[in-house]
Protein backbone atom coordinates (compact mmCIF):
# COMPACT_ATOMS: atom_id res chain seq x y z
CA UNK A 1 0.00 0.00 0.00
CA UNK A 2 1.15 3.48 -0.77
CA UNK A 3 -0.52 5.78 1.93
CA UNK A 4 0.76 8.50 -0.29
CA UNK A 5 -2.09 7.83 -2.75
CA UNK A 6 -4.44 6.95 -0.67
CA UNK A 7 -8.29 8.43 -2.15
CA UNK A 8 -12.09 8.16 -1.19
CA UNK A 9 -12.76 5.56 -4.21
CA UNK A 10 -15.62 6.83 -6.63
CA UNK A 11 -17.84 3.28 -6.05
CA UNK A 12 -19.54 1.81 -2.72
CA UNK A 13 -18.56 -1.40 -2.57
CA UNK A 14 -20.66 -3.95 -0.78
CA UNK A 15 -19.13 -7.61 0.77
CA UNK A 16 -21.02 -10.80 -0.40
CA UNK A 17 -22.75 -13.16 1.89
CA UNK A 18 -20.21 -16.06 3.11
CA UNK A 19 -21.07 -19.22 3.28
CA UNK A 20 -18.06 -20.33 5.02
CA UNK A 21 -18.20 -17.85 8.23
CA UNK A 22 -17.38 -20.24 11.51
CA UNK A 23 -19.56 -17.52 12.89
CA UNK A 24 -22.32 -15.62 11.69
CA UNK A 25 -23.06 -11.96 12.83
CA UNK A 26 -26.48 -10.27 13.33
CA UNK A 27 -28.61 -8.87 10.34
CA UNK A 28 -29.14 -5.89 12.24
CA UNK A 29 -27.65 -2.67 9.68
CA UNK A 30 -24.37 -0.98 10.84
CA UNK A 31 -24.22 2.38 11.99
CA UNK A 32 -23.00 4.13 9.46
CA UNK A 33 -22.34 8.09 9.93
CA UNK A 34 -24.03 10.02 7.38
CA UNK A 35 -21.57 13.72 8.49
CA UNK A 36 -18.35 13.56 8.81
CA UNK A 37 -17.00 10.79 10.41
CA UNK A 38 -14.21 11.08 13.37
CA UNK A 39 -11.11 8.77 13.71
CA UNK A 40 -12.98 6.54 16.47
CA UNK A 41 -15.51 5.42 14.47
CA UNK A 42 -13.29 3.72 12.80
CA UNK A 43 -11.11 2.38 15.53
CA UNK A 44 -12.92 -0.34 16.38
CA UNK A 45 -12.49 -1.58 12.79
CA UNK A 46 -9.07 -1.29 12.85
CA UNK A 47 -8.73 -3.19 16.00
CA UNK A 48 -10.29 -5.71 14.22
CA UNK A 49 -7.83 -6.12 11.08
CA UNK A 50 -5.19 -6.84 13.63
CA UNK A 51 -7.41 -9.41 15.92
CA UNK A 52 -8.18 -10.89 12.70
CA UNK A 53 -4.50 -11.05 11.07
CA UNK A 54 -3.04 -12.27 14.53
CA UNK A 55 -5.93 -15.32 14.90
CA UNK A 56 -4.66 -16.36 11.34
CA UNK A 57 -0.89 -16.06 12.10
CA UNK A 58 -2.05 -18.64 15.07
CA UNK A 59 -4.01 -20.93 12.87
CA UNK A 60 -0.72 -20.94 10.02
CA UNK A 61 1.31 -21.87 13.00
CA UNK A 62 -0.92 -24.77 14.36
CA UNK A 63 -2.28 -25.99 10.96
CA UNK A 64 -2.49 -29.63 9.60
CA UNK A 65 -3.74 -29.11 6.29
CA UNK A 66 -3.43 -26.47 3.85
CA UNK A 67 -0.06 -25.09 5.05
CA UNK A 68 1.00 -23.08 1.36
CA UNK A 69 -2.88 -21.75 1.38
CA UNK A 70 -2.83 -20.42 4.65
CA UNK A 71 0.74 -19.01 4.27
CA UNK A 72 -0.26 -16.59 0.94
CA UNK A 73 -3.66 -15.70 2.92
CA UNK A 74 -1.54 -14.45 6.14
CA UNK A 75 1.23 -12.65 3.66
CA UNK A 76 -1.75 -10.73 2.27
CA UNK A 77 -3.20 -10.14 5.63
CA UNK A 78 -0.63 -9.54 7.51
CA UNK A 79 0.60 -6.51 4.94
CA UNK A 80 -2.83 -5.15 5.17
CA UNK A 81 -2.82 -5.06 8.61
CA UNK A 82 0.63 -3.21 8.66
CA UNK A 83 -0.64 -0.56 6.43
CA UNK A 84 -4.03 -0.25 8.26
CA UNK A 85 -1.71 0.32 11.22
CA UNK A 86 0.16 3.21 9.32
CA UNK A 87 -3.14 4.84 8.47
CA UNK A 88 -3.94 4.87 12.22
CA UNK A 89 -0.49 6.43 13.28
CA UNK A 90 -0.47 8.89 10.67
CA UNK A 91 -4.37 9.54 11.65
CA UNK A 92 -3.70 12.91 11.53
CA UNK A 93 -2.45 13.47 8.16
CA UNK A 94 -5.46 11.17 6.86
CA UNK A 95 -7.92 13.54 8.54
CA UNK A 96 -9.78 13.97 5.09
CA UNK A 97 -10.31 9.84 4.67
CA UNK A 98 -11.61 9.79 8.31
CA UNK A 99 -14.03 12.65 8.07
CA UNK A 100 -15.66 11.37 4.56
CA UNK A 101 -18.56 10.01 5.70
CA UNK A 102 -18.43 7.45 2.60
CA UNK A 103 -15.06 5.93 3.52
CA UNK A 104 -16.91 3.85 6.44
CA UNK A 105 -19.11 1.24 4.84
CA UNK A 106 -16.05 0.34 2.21
CA UNK A 107 -13.23 -0.10 5.16
CA UNK A 108 -16.07 -1.67 6.99
CA UNK A 109 -16.60 -3.82 3.88
CA UNK A 110 -12.92 -4.53 4.02
CA UNK A 111 -12.47 -5.66 7.35
CA UNK A 112 -15.47 -7.87 6.73
CA UNK A 113 -13.86 -9.44 4.16
CA UNK A 114 -10.43 -10.37 6.10
CA UNK A 115 -13.17 -11.71 8.84
CA UNK A 116 -13.70 -14.18 6.25
CA UNK A 117 -10.83 -15.01 5.67
CA UNK A 118 -9.65 -15.38 8.88
CA UNK A 119 -12.80 -17.36 9.09
CA UNK A 120 -11.70 -19.63 6.28
CA UNK A 121 -8.45 -20.23 7.73
CA UNK A 122 -9.33 -21.56 10.85
CA UNK A 123 -11.42 -24.13 8.49
CA UNK A 124 -8.93 -25.59 6.13
CA UNK A 125 -5.99 -25.87 8.19
CA UNK A 126 -7.33 -28.64 10.75
CA UNK A 127 -8.67 -31.64 10.04
CA UNK A 128 -11.95 -31.10 11.35
CA UNK A 129 -12.67 -28.10 9.99
CA UNK A 130 -11.84 -29.79 6.70
CA UNK A 131 -13.90 -33.14 7.10
CA UNK A 132 -16.75 -30.61 7.83
CA UNK A 133 -16.51 -28.36 5.18
CA UNK A 134 -16.51 -31.44 2.43
CA UNK A 135 -19.61 -33.33 4.51
CA UNK A 136 -21.68 -30.13 4.98
CA UNK A 137 -21.18 -27.96 1.31
CA UNK A 138 -22.14 -29.37 -1.97
CA UNK A 139 -21.36 -28.19 -5.65
CA UNK A 140 -17.91 -27.40 -7.15
CA UNK A 141 -18.37 -23.50 -6.37
CA UNK A 142 -17.37 -24.76 -2.55
CA UNK A 143 -14.14 -26.34 -3.24
CA UNK A 144 -11.36 -24.90 -1.21
CA UNK A 145 -9.71 -23.99 -4.13
CA UNK A 146 -12.59 -21.84 -5.84
CA UNK A 147 -13.10 -20.37 -2.50
CA UNK A 148 -9.61 -19.34 -2.18
CA UNK A 149 -9.67 -17.56 -5.50
CA UNK A 150 -12.86 -16.22 -4.58
CA UNK A 151 -12.16 -14.74 -1.25
CA UNK A 152 -8.50 -13.10 -2.97
CA UNK A 153 -10.87 -11.24 -5.55
CA UNK A 154 -13.51 -10.03 -2.95
CA UNK A 155 -10.32 -8.68 -0.66
CA UNK A 156 -9.00 -7.48 -3.89
CA UNK A 157 -11.61 -5.65 -4.91
CA UNK A 158 -11.86 -4.22 -1.27
CA UNK A 159 -8.74 -3.06 -1.32
CA UNK A 160 -8.63 -1.12 -4.85
CA UNK A 161 -12.34 0.43 -3.30
CA UNK A 162 -9.72 2.33 -1.26
CA UNK A 163 -6.74 2.18 -3.67
CA UNK A 164 -4.56 0.20 -1.77
CA UNK A 165 -2.58 -1.67 -4.17
CA UNK A 166 -1.03 -4.68 -4.51
CA UNK A 167 1.74 -6.76 -6.78
CA UNK A 168 -0.83 -8.48 -8.02
CA UNK A 169 1.14 -10.42 -10.70
CA UNK A 170 3.79 -11.68 -8.63
CA UNK A 171 1.36 -12.48 -5.93
CA UNK A 172 -1.05 -14.71 -8.32
CA UNK A 173 1.75 -17.00 -9.17
CA UNK A 174 2.53 -17.67 -5.32
CA UNK A 175 -1.29 -17.85 -5.14
CA UNK A 176 -1.45 -20.61 -8.09
CA UNK A 177 1.20 -22.50 -6.82
CA UNK A 178 0.05 -22.81 -3.28
CA UNK A 179 -3.46 -24.15 -3.84
CA UNK A 180 -2.11 -26.70 -6.48
CA UNK A 181 0.44 -28.01 -4.31
CA UNK A 182 -2.22 -27.71 -1.27
CA UNK A 183 -4.78 -29.19 -2.89
CA UNK A 184 -2.31 -32.32 -4.15
CA UNK A 185 -1.09 -32.46 -0.09
CA UNK A 186 -4.88 -33.32 0.78
CA UNK A 187 -5.57 -35.58 -2.44
CA UNK A 188 -2.53 -37.68 -1.26
CA UNK A 189 -3.58 -37.61 2.12
CA UNK A 190 -7.51 -38.87 0.80
CA UNK A 191 -5.67 -41.61 -0.70
CA UNK A 192 -3.82 -42.51 2.50
CA UNK A 193 -6.77 -42.63 4.62
CA UNK A 194 -8.06 -45.04 2.27
CA UNK A 195 -11.36 -44.96 0.14
CA UNK A 196 -13.66 -46.90 3.05
CA UNK A 197 -13.44 -44.34 5.04
CA UNK A 198 -15.80 -42.66 3.45
CA UNK A 199 -19.40 -42.77 2.41
CA UNK A 200 -19.03 -41.89 -2.08
CA UNK A 201 -22.79 -42.38 -2.39
CA UNK A 202 -24.20 -39.48 -1.00
CA UNK A 203 -22.03 -36.24 -2.32
CA UNK A 204 -20.39 -35.15 -5.12
CA UNK A 205 -16.84 -34.09 -4.47
CA UNK A 206 -15.85 -30.90 -6.37
CA UNK A 207 -13.17 -31.71 -9.18
CA UNK A 208 -10.27 -28.76 -9.03
CA UNK A 209 -9.28 -26.85 -11.62
CA UNK A 210 -7.82 -28.18 -14.74
CA UNK A 211 -4.61 -26.65 -14.39
CA UNK A 212 -4.36 -28.56 -10.57
CA UNK A 213 -4.15 -32.11 -10.58
CA UNK A 214 -7.62 -33.15 -9.76
CA UNK A 215 -9.67 -34.63 -6.86
CA UNK A 216 -11.90 -37.77 -6.98
CA UNK A 217 -15.01 -36.67 -8.64
CA UNK A 218 -17.09 -38.56 -5.42
CA UNK A 219 -17.06 -35.88 -2.49
CA UNK A 220 -15.95 -37.99 0.24
CA UNK A 221 -18.09 -38.07 3.66
CA UNK A 222 -15.01 -38.61 6.11
CA UNK A 223 -15.41 -41.08 8.79
CA UNK A 224 -12.85 -40.05 11.86
CA UNK A 225 -11.94 -41.85 15.02
CA UNK A 226 -14.70 -40.76 16.83
CA UNK A 227 -16.88 -42.22 14.24
CA UNK A 228 -15.12 -45.34 15.30
CA UNK A 229 -15.74 -45.30 18.71
CA UNK A 230 -19.85 -44.60 17.90
CA UNK A 231 -19.90 -47.47 15.64
CA UNK A 232 -18.25 -49.47 18.69
CA UNK A 233 -20.21 -47.93 21.41
CA UNK A 234 -23.64 -48.93 19.54
CA UNK A 235 -25.35 -52.21 20.00
CA UNK A 236 -25.33 -54.03 16.38
CA UNK A 237 -22.37 -51.19 15.42
CA UNK A 238 -20.27 -52.38 12.68
CA UNK A 239 -17.30 -53.27 14.33
CA UNK A 240 -15.31 -54.55 11.29
CA UNK A 241 -15.78 -50.91 9.68
CA UNK A 242 -14.99 -49.13 13.35
CA UNK A 243 -11.70 -51.38 13.48
CA UNK A 244 -10.76 -50.34 9.84
CA UNK A 245 -10.76 -46.58 11.18
CA UNK A 246 -8.46 -46.97 14.12
CA UNK A 247 -6.58 -48.86 11.79
CA UNK A 248 -5.94 -45.97 8.82
CA UNK A 249 -5.78 -43.30 11.62
CA UNK A 250 -2.68 -45.31 13.55
CA UNK A 251 -0.93 -45.43 10.67
CA UNK A 252 -1.55 -41.98 10.43
CA UNK A 253 -0.08 -41.13 14.12
CA UNK A 254 -3.55 -40.60 15.62
CA UNK A 255 -3.21 -41.66 19.96
CA UNK A 256 -6.42 -42.53 20.24
CA UNK A 257 -6.79 -44.56 17.02
CA UNK A 258 -3.23 -46.67 18.60
CA UNK A 259 -5.35 -47.16 21.59
CA UNK A 260 -8.47 -48.29 20.43
CA UNK A 261 -6.37 -50.68 17.90
CA UNK A 262 -4.93 -52.03 21.13
CA UNK A 263 -8.14 -52.47 22.53
CA UNK A 264 -9.55 -54.51 19.77
CA UNK A 265 -6.47 -56.75 19.61
CA UNK A 266 -5.83 -57.47 23.36
CA UNK A 267 -10.01 -58.19 23.48
CA UNK A 268 -10.34 -59.32 20.26
CA UNK A 269 -13.65 -57.62 19.51
CA UNK A 270 -13.71 -59.37 16.41
CA UNK A 271 -14.58 -62.74 17.17
CA UNK A 272 -11.57 -63.81 15.11
CA UNK A 273 -10.92 -67.48 16.05
CA UNK A 274 -6.98 -67.39 17.30
CA UNK A 275 -4.66 -70.29 18.05
CA UNK A 276 -2.58 -69.76 20.95
CA UNK A 277 0.55 -68.52 19.36
CA UNK A 278 -1.87 -66.26 17.47
CA UNK A 279 -3.61 -65.15 20.51
CA UNK A 280 0.21 -64.46 22.32
CA UNK A 281 1.26 -62.19 19.69
CA UNK A 282 -2.11 -60.12 19.41
CA UNK A 283 -1.75 -59.18 22.99
CA UNK A 284 1.95 -58.48 22.61
CA UNK A 285 1.37 -56.19 19.64
CA UNK A 286 -2.10 -54.68 21.96
CA UNK A 287 1.07 -53.78 24.69
CA UNK A 288 2.83 -52.52 22.07
CA UNK A 289 -0.02 -49.63 21.06
CA UNK A 290 -0.98 -48.91 24.65
CA UNK A 291 2.83 -48.15 25.77
CA UNK A 292 3.17 -46.66 22.65
CA UNK A 293 0.20 -43.82 23.76
CA UNK A 294 0.81 -43.94 27.44
CA UNK A 295 2.60 -40.79 27.32
CA UNK A 296 0.12 -38.90 25.79
CA UNK A 297 -1.66 -38.91 29.44
CA UNK A 298 -4.51 -41.22 27.67
CA UNK A 299 -5.89 -42.88 30.63
CA UNK A 300 -7.15 -45.48 29.00
CA UNK A 301 -4.49 -46.44 27.44
CA UNK A 302 -2.02 -46.39 30.68
CA UNK A 303 -5.27 -48.24 32.28
CA UNK A 304 -4.70 -51.15 29.93
CA UNK A 305 -0.89 -50.77 29.58
CA UNK A 306 -0.91 -51.25 33.66
CA UNK A 307 -3.42 -54.30 33.38
CA UNK A 308 -1.10 -55.80 30.85
CA UNK A 309 2.35 -55.34 33.39
CA UNK A 310 -0.28 -56.45 36.35
CA UNK A 311 -0.75 -59.86 34.79
CA UNK A 312 2.24 -60.21 32.32
CA UNK A 313 0.31 -60.41 29.18
CA UNK A 314 2.34 -59.12 26.08
CA UNK A 315 5.27 -57.93 28.48
CA UNK A 316 7.15 -59.31 31.21
CA UNK A 317 5.09 -58.96 34.74
CA UNK A 318 6.00 -56.36 36.84
CA UNK A 319 3.72 -55.06 39.18
CA UNK A 320 5.11 -52.23 40.63
CA UNK A 321 5.67 -50.60 37.54
CA UNK A 322 2.15 -51.39 36.83
CA UNK A 323 0.78 -49.64 39.73
CA UNK A 324 2.73 -46.45 38.21
CA UNK A 325 0.72 -46.39 35.29
CA UNK A 326 -2.67 -47.05 37.13
CA UNK A 327 -1.90 -44.48 39.38
CA UNK A 328 -1.17 -42.31 35.93
CA UNK A 329 -4.56 -43.59 34.73
CA UNK A 330 -6.84 -42.57 37.96
CA UNK A 331 -5.10 -39.30 38.26
CA UNK A 332 -6.14 -38.42 34.37
CA UNK A 333 -9.60 -39.20 35.29
CA UNK A 334 -10.41 -42.55 34.47
CA UNK A 335 -13.02 -44.02 37.46
CA UNK A 336 -12.02 -47.83 36.50
CA UNK A 337 -8.04 -47.01 37.34
CA UNK A 338 -9.19 -45.00 40.82
CA UNK A 339 -11.65 -47.96 41.99
CA UNK A 340 -8.10 -50.21 41.16
CA UNK A 341 -5.45 -47.69 42.83
CA UNK A 342 -8.10 -47.19 45.85
CA UNK A 343 -8.37 -51.09 46.18
CA UNK A 344 -5.05 -51.75 45.98
CA UNK A 345 -4.21 -49.31 48.80
CA UNK A 346 -6.77 -50.49 51.33
CA UNK A 347 -5.72 -54.14 51.39
CA UNK A 348 -2.31 -53.31 50.49
CA UNK A 349 -2.52 -55.60 47.32
CA UNK A 350 0.85 -55.04 45.37
CA UNK A 351 1.41 -51.74 47.23
CA UNK A 352 2.12 -50.88 50.95
CA UNK A 353 -0.74 -50.97 52.59
CA UNK A 354 -2.28 -46.92 52.93
CA UNK A 355 -6.13 -46.88 53.83
CA UNK A 356 -6.02 -43.30 53.98
CA UNK A 357 -4.80 -43.11 50.13
CA UNK A 358 -7.07 -46.20 49.22
CA UNK A 359 -10.52 -44.28 50.82
CA UNK A 360 -9.08 -41.16 48.63
CA UNK A 361 -9.27 -43.50 45.10
CA UNK A 362 -12.10 -45.18 46.33
CA UNK A 363 -14.28 -42.06 47.10
CA UNK A 364 -13.43 -40.38 43.94
CA UNK A 365 -14.17 -43.71 41.56
CA UNK A 366 -17.33 -43.68 43.64
CA UNK A 367 -18.40 -40.17 42.96
CA UNK A 368 -17.51 -41.06 39.13
CA UNK A 369 -20.01 -43.60 39.38
CA UNK A 370 -17.84 -46.71 39.34
CA UNK A 371 -19.93 -49.59 40.63
CA UNK A 372 -17.38 -51.73 42.72
CA UNK A 373 -16.02 -48.49 44.41
CA UNK A 374 -19.91 -47.68 45.20
CA UNK A 375 -20.26 -51.24 46.16
CA UNK A 376 -17.13 -51.37 48.38
CA UNK A 377 -17.49 -47.74 50.19
CA UNK A 378 -20.90 -49.37 51.45
CA UNK A 379 -19.24 -52.39 52.33
CA UNK A 380 -16.54 -50.55 54.65
CA UNK A 381 -18.86 -46.94 55.60
CA UNK A 382 -16.71 -44.80 53.56
CA UNK A 383 -18.82 -41.69 53.22
CA UNK A 384 -19.25 -40.81 49.46
Known sequence: MNIQNLNPPSDEYHATDDLMEVERGGDAAPNIPTTRTEFKIFEPLIKDVQKYADKIGECYEQAEHHRRICSVLLKRINKAAGEVKTLRQLKNNYSWFFDDSNNYPIFQGFVKVIEKIQNFVIVISQLQGVIKYYNEFRGPEFSIDRKFHSLITEFERTKEALTIGLQKEDQKIEDDNAIKLDMCDMEKYIRDIGGELFDL????????????????????????????????????????????????YANLGDSTAKYWVGYY??????????????????????????????????????????????????????????????????????????????????????????????VHYLRQAALEGQPKAINMCKIYQITI
Open 201 to 248: SKKNFPAAQQHILPMPTPRPVFQTVQDGINMHKTKYGDRKTAYDIFRK
Open 265 to 358: LYYNCLDEQRTSEQQRIAIMRAARYFKEVTDMDLPEAQLCYGHCLWKGEGVEKNRKEAVIYFERSANNGNSTAMYNVGNMYYYGNGVIRNVEKG
